[in-house]
């Protein structure tokens, strides 16, 4: 089916959903539920925020079966996340990404939160969702309440807080290829009195663990004849992971709350299979490379190196709420987080030794935020500093060309961020209905990368030959930038209102941490801006059952950091700030109570853009008619539907369906030859459900769920990542049809 009838489609079963709800008589069914974020440093009603935002909370990640970080972009418009082959997850929104979340030189260009504190790194960004109260994702630049490197916008991921009262939760489940998995979580009664001795201690704790058998299997040489698998290493695709989370609020006062959050995470998997797709008429690669095409064979593989990632998190998180009075809160946010990862990669997709990579990767980073949140009769204000300090080690080696040139590289980055910011919302006295919101903030940055790099080149399994300079100093340096936001926002009635936004973001620059020579790694590149210009409405209809929020934008990305070419005398590759481009899109999310038992989601994305300016050098010259921007599909959109049977007699039994749609997008920008990418990952199509039987009663108020729950139904077949090697293709498939039974209690 042509993109165009699919989300043709789609809007149409939307527009009939609530065609439905207004023909039906709406009076007599439930309005949707408020939601409550904090996205500005403060709690709002969601329909309030006068910004492109997505709130997901825990049942409605539990519907989707959406367990880690890297399964929840198909419930929000415009966001798109891939899973590399290294625990990395590359985020992008409005199509705008990082280009290599595993170079220690890259920044993010997405922000990713956990509990308030920034996750410096994109190493280690793949995480389970272990005990999650709800995930924002503010859509656009967030240069001023967050700061650098939130370009694209921001992910926060709010942890579950205790109650106070004695309960306990376990999930149990087992699924296809041995897939098992289990949480436990336990809220503890309360300790202690507010204002009376040490306080009132409320605790609360989960742990969790997942462990699946791969989907591809490893044989030895090509994929038409019976092969035994290599020895110790038979599959691709594991999953294996485990973490803990312990939520610590301590109410010393009426008015003075410290909370602590303290997260483990563990993960110890082989990787999904990098596949080789198609070789192209030329050198570059072993003779008889294309018999390693998979040739309709998606489950099985070849490799001869063991892919892997190893990852081991600790994540820490205090907060100091002090309510000075009525009208005015000191809050504190103290973060440190510590992550050692381990990862492997065969990038040939072969039994040969064409390219394979290994790197460790060890960062800490610790960061203090101050907040100061008020408000008076027509003002309500945010004001803070903030400070950020990271240290990260990045050793990688790199075997080419069949063992005859290894490029050993190890990066060393300390990086120190301080900040001051504010927001003012204002409200003038001759119309309530008018806010005006204003922001700024001014970043001060150092950025310090010595480096030691040598290549040794001279022979399969031995490198006679040691190329000279290994150690690399190169300048401190020093970046600094005020990002602006100016937000009109009128309330036209209790329930519709329409805003304008505009906003700035920069991501950091840098060195390249995987340059390949002295020379390149010597090359500096800028801070690169995006300014974003944004239209939205909000609102809510017939009693609050039918809400529709609408967004337009135009992005203005400008000194991009891009791989182009300089003359040393002879040409070189280099990272420098050689883009410009504009983004222009629209957003739609909808959701209706159909009917007391019926509800429906609808969320649809369009995305375009062009490069304005991409200069690869004197030698290639500019790009940007044939370059594409990277992990931006031009449409998506998701539908969902919920429907609770009438009593059945004994708890309540409710269906969950799902279709999401992607559109082809490209995994990177330009070949490094100058010509335009081949590197278009498949457009898909897939659906998920639930059924689930919930509250049966078990003993004194405890409560049952069982749940069977299917992902990929179809088992449609899609490539979801693309590496160009310009002689040939590999990529990994996306996860095929899974599916599985879940046993909750509820005590």
């Given at each position: 089916?042509?993109?165009?009838?699919?989300?043709?489609?789609?809007?149409?079963?939307?527009?009939?959903?609530?065609?439905?709800?207004?023909?039906?008589?709406?009076?007599?069914?439930?309005?949707?539920?408020?939601?409550?974020?904090?996205?500005?440093?403060?709690?709002?009603?969601?329909?309030?925020?006068?910004?492109?935002?997505?709130?997901?909370?825990?049942?409605?990640?539990?519907?989707?079966?959406?367990?880690?970080?890297?399964?929840?972009?198909?419930?929000?418009?415009?966001?798109?996340?891939?899973?590399?082959?290294?625990?990395?997850?590359?985020?992008?929104?409005?199509?705008?990404?990082?280009?290599?979340?595993?170079?220690?030189?890259?920044?993010?260009?997405?922000?990713?939160?956990?509990?308030?504190?920034?996750?410096?790194?994109?190493?280690?960004?793949?995480?389970?969702?272990?005990?999650?109260?709800?995930?924002?994702?503010?859509?656009?630049?967030?240069?001023?309440?967050?700061?650098?490197?939130?370009?694209?916008?921001?992910?926060?991921?709010?942890?579950?807080?205790?109650?106070?009262?004695?309960?306990?939760?376990?999930?149990?489940?087992?699924?296809?290829?041995?897939?098992?998995?289990?949480?436990?979580?336990?809220?503890?009664?309360?300790?202690?009195?507010?204002?009376?001795?040490?306080?009132?201690?409320?605790?609360?704790?989960?742990?969790?663990?997942?462990?699946?058998?791969?989907?591809?299997?490893?044989?030895?040489?090509?994929?038409?004849?019976?092969?035994?698998?290599?020895?110790?290493?038979?599959?691709?695709?594991?999953?294996?992971?485990?973490?803990?989370?312990?939520?610590?609020?301590?109410?010393?006062?009426?008015?003075?709350?410290?909370?602590?959050?303290?997260?483990?995470?563990?993960?110890d998997e082989h990787q999904r299979l990098l596949q080789v797709i198609d070789v192209v008429a030329g050198g570059?690669?072993?003779?008889?490379?294309?018999?390693?095409?998979?040739?309709?064979?998606?489950?099985?593989?070849?490799?001869?190196?063991?892919?892997?990632?190893?990852?081991?998190?600790?994540?820490?998180?205090?907060?100091?709420?002090?309510?000075?009075?009525?009208?005015?809160?000191?809050?504190?946010?103290?973060?440190?987080?510590?992550?050692?990862?381990?990862?492997?990669?065969?990038?040939?997709?072969?039994?040969?030794?064409f390219y394979e990579s290994l790197r460790l990767h060890t960062s800490k980073q610790w960061s203090q935020e101050?907040?100061?949140?008020?408000?008076?009769?027509?003002?309500?204000?945010?004001?803070?500093?903030?400070?950020?300090?990271?240290?990260?080690?990045?050793?990688?080696?790199?075997?080419?060309?069949?063992?005859?040139?290894?490029?050993?590289?190890?990066?060393?980055?300390?990086?120190?961020?301080?900040?001051?910011?504010?927001?003012?919302?204002?409200?003038?006295?001759?119309?309530?209905?008018?806010?005006?919101?204003?922001?700024?903030?001014?970043?001060?940055?150092?950025?310090?990368?010595?480096?030691?790099?040598?290549?040794?080149?001279?022979?399969?399994?031995?490198?006679?030959?040691?190329?000279?300079?290994?150690?690399?100093?190169?300048?401190?340096?020093?970046?600094?930038?005020?990002?602006?936001?100016?937000?009109?926002?009128?309330?036209?009635?209790?329930?519709?209102?329409?805003?304008?936004?505009?906003?700035?973001?920069?991501?950091?620059?840098?060195?390249?941490?995987?340059?390949?020579?002295?020379?390149?790694?010597?090359?500096?590149?800028?801070?690169?801006?995006?300014?974003?210009?944004?239209?939205?409405?909000?609102?809510?209809?017939?009693?609050?059952?039918?809400?529709?929020?609408?967004?337009?934008?135009?992005?203005?990305?400008?000194?991009?950091?891009?791989?182009?070419?300089?003359?040393?005398?002879?040409?070189?590759?280099?990272?420098?700030?050689?883009?410009?481009?504009?983004?222009?899109?629209?957003?739609?999310?909808?959701?209706?109570?159909?009917?007391?038992?019926?509800?429906?989601?609808?969320?649809?994305?369009?995305?375009?853009?062009?490069?304005?300016?991409?200069?690869?050098?004197?030698?290639?010259?500019?790009?940007?008619?044939?370059?594409?921007?990277?992990?931006?599909?031009?449409?998506?959109?998701?539908?969902?539907?919920?429907?609770?049977?009438?009593?059945?007699?004994?708890?309540?039994?409710?269906?969950?369906?799902?279709?999401?749609?992607?559109?082809?997008?490209?995994?990177?920008?330009?070949?490094?030859?100058?010509?335009?990418?081949?590197?278009?990952?498949?457009?898909?199509?897939?659906?998920?459900?639930?059924?689930?039987?919930?509250?049966?009663?078990?003993?004194?108020?405890?409560?049952?769920?069982?749940?069977?729950?299917?992902?990929?139904?179809?088992?449609?077949?899609?490539?979801?990542?693309?590496?160009?090697?310009?002689?040939?293709?590999?990529?990994?498939?996306?996860?095929?049809?899974?599916?599985?039974?879940?046993?909750?209690?509820?005590?």
């Amino acid at each position: 089916m042509k993109r165009s009838e699919i989300i043709r489609s789609l809007a149409l079963a939307g527009s009939a959903a609530l065609g439905i709800s207004t023909a039906a008589g709406v009076a007599a069914q439930g309005a949707l539920e408020e939601i409550i974020v904090t996205a500005q440093k403060r709690e709002q009603n969601l329909q309030e925020v006068p910004i492109a935002i997505t709130a997901l909370d825990a049942h409605a990640l539990e519907l989707q079966n959406i367990t880690d970080t890297d399964s929840f972009a198909k419930l929000v418009p415009n966001l798109h996340i891939k899973q590399g082959t290294t625990g990395v997850i590359t985020i992008a929104i409005r199509g705008i990404s990082n280009n290599d979340g595993g170079n220690p030189g890259f920044e993010n260009a997405v922000g990713i939160y956990v509990d308030g504190v920034y996750t410096g790194r994109a190493v280690g960004s793949l995480f389970d969702l272990g005990d999650v109260e709800r995930v924002e994702v503010l859509r656009g630049p967030q240069g001023t309440l967050y700061g650098r490197n939130t370009i694209g916008g921001a992910v926060n991921f709010i942890s579950k807080r205790p109650t106070g009262e004695f309960a306990t939760r376990v999930k149990i489940g087992v699924g296809n290829e041995t897939l098992r998995y289990g949480n436990v979580n336990v809220d503890l009664p309360t300790l202690g009195s507010a204002n009376e001795g040490l306080g009132e201690l409320r605790a609360r704790a989960s742990i969790y663990a997942r462990k699946r058998d791969g989907f591809t299997d490893n044989i030895q040489q090509n994929f038409t004849a019976v092969s035994l698998p290599i020895a110790h290493f038979d599959q691709f695709g594991t999953v294996d992971r485990k973490g803990a989370h312990l939520a610590l609020d301590w109410q010393i006062r009426d008015g003075l709350l410290v909370t602590y959050d303290y997260s483990k995470f563990r993960a110890d998997e082989h990787q999904r299979l990098l596949q080789v797709i198609d070789v192209v008429a030329g050198g570059g690669r072993p003779a008889g490379f294309d018999k390693y095409i998979p040739h309709g064979q998606p489950s099985k593989g070849s490799a001869n190196e063991i892919p892997f990632f190893d990852t081991d998190a600790d994540a820490h998180a205090l907060q100091v709420n002090w309510d000075i009075n009525e009208h005015l809160t000191l809050r504190s946010i103290t973060g440190y987080r510590k992550l050692d990862s381990y990862d492997g990669q065969d990038l040939d997709g072969s039994n040969t030794s064409f390219y394979e990579s290994l790197r460790l990767h060890t960062s800490k980073q610790w960061s203090q935020e101050f907040q100061l949140v008020g408000n008076t009769d027509q003002l309500e204000y945010v004001l803070g500093l903030y400070y950020f300090d990271e240290d990260a080690d990045s050793l990688r080696m790199q075997q080419l060309s069949n063992k005859a040139l290894l490029r050993v590289t190890n990066a060393y980055m300390d990086n120190k961020n301080k900040a001051v910011f504010g927001q003012i919302d204002y409200k003038p006295s001759w119309n309530e209905a008018l806010t005006l919101s204003f922001g700024a903030r001014h970043t001060k940055e150092t950025k310090n990368m010595p480096r030691y790099l040598r290549s040794y080149t001279g022979g399969t399994g031995r490198f006679a030959v040691e190329d000279p300079g290994p150690n690399l100093q190169v300048p401190e340096l020093d970046f600094s930038n005020t990002s602006l936001m100016f937000s009109p926002s009128y309330q036209l009635t209790d329930e519709v209102s329409v805003y304008a936004r505009y906003a700035e973001g920069f991501r950091s620059g840098g060195y390249d941490g995987h340059a390949a020579t002295p020379a390149a790694a010597r090359v500096p590149y800028d801070s690169e801006e995006l300014k974003s210009y944004e239209l939205g409405m909000k609102s809510r209809w017939f009693d609050q059952r039918v809400q529709l929020n609408v967004a337009t934008f135009y992005s203005d990305y400008t000194d991009m950091q891009l791989t182009s070419y300089i003359t040393t005398p002879v040409p070189l590759s280099v990272v420098l700030n050689a883009g410009e481009a504009s983004l222009w899109g629209l957003e739609l999310e909808a959701e209706a109570a159909l009917s007391e038992n019926l509800r429906a989601n609808l969320n649809l994305a369009f995305l375009d853009y062009e490069f304005d300016k991409f200069d690869m050098g004197p030698v290639i010259g500019d790009v940007s008619k044939r370059a594409k921007i990277n992990n931006a599909p031009r449409s998506t959109a998701n539908l969902a539907l919920d429907y609770t049977f009438p009593s059945i007699g004994f708890g309540e039994l409710a269906l969950h369906l799902n279709y999401n749609y992607s559109e082809s997008a490209h995994a990177i920008a330009i070949k490094s030859n100058g010509t335009a990418p081949n590197s278009a990952m498949s457009s898909r199509g897939v659906f998920d459900g639930r059924l689930s039987l919930r509250d049966i009663e078990v003993g004194s108020g405890g409560r049952l769920e069982l749940a069977l729950w299917g992902m990929n139904l179809t088992d449609e077949e899609y490539i979801d990542n693309i590496i160009d090697f310009t002689s040939y293709r590999a990529g990994t498939l996306g996860w095929p049809r899974t599916y599985g039974l879940e046993v909750t209690l509820d005590l």
